[in-house]
């Protein structure tokens, strides 16, 4: 599993857990993948940003991966520029 299908999948985890109906968000916006590996990053950034908007508690739930992949990113960026 790479590490983006990784992160949806646990992002996806998380709002199902917090009680937001994930398949149905995401047929409503348009995504037809059956898999969280098969979500696109433009469809998974439209679910987060959704959820952003229309449900702020399910949100909160999936703020520290959503962090966690941030300051992993920034990392990443960083030690390639000291490379």
């Not at 999948?9 to 998380?14: D, E, G, S």
């Not at 199902?16 to 994930?22: E, F, P, T």
């Not at 098969?38 to 520290?64: C, D, G, H, W």
């Amino acid at each position: 599993m790479t590490e983006r299908s990784n992160a949806a999948t646990n992002v996806l985890y998380m709002l199902r857990k917090a009680g937001l109906g994930v398949r149905v968000c995401l047929l409503m916006l348009g995504a037809s993948a059956s898999t969280a590996e098969e979500l696109t990053a433009p469809e998974i950034a439209a679910l987060i940003r959704y959820v952003r908007l229309n449900e702020p508690k399910a949100f909160e739930s999936i703020t520290t991966p959503l962090m966690n992949l941030l300051i992993r990113a920034g990392e990443v960026r960083a030690s390639d520029c000291a490379a």
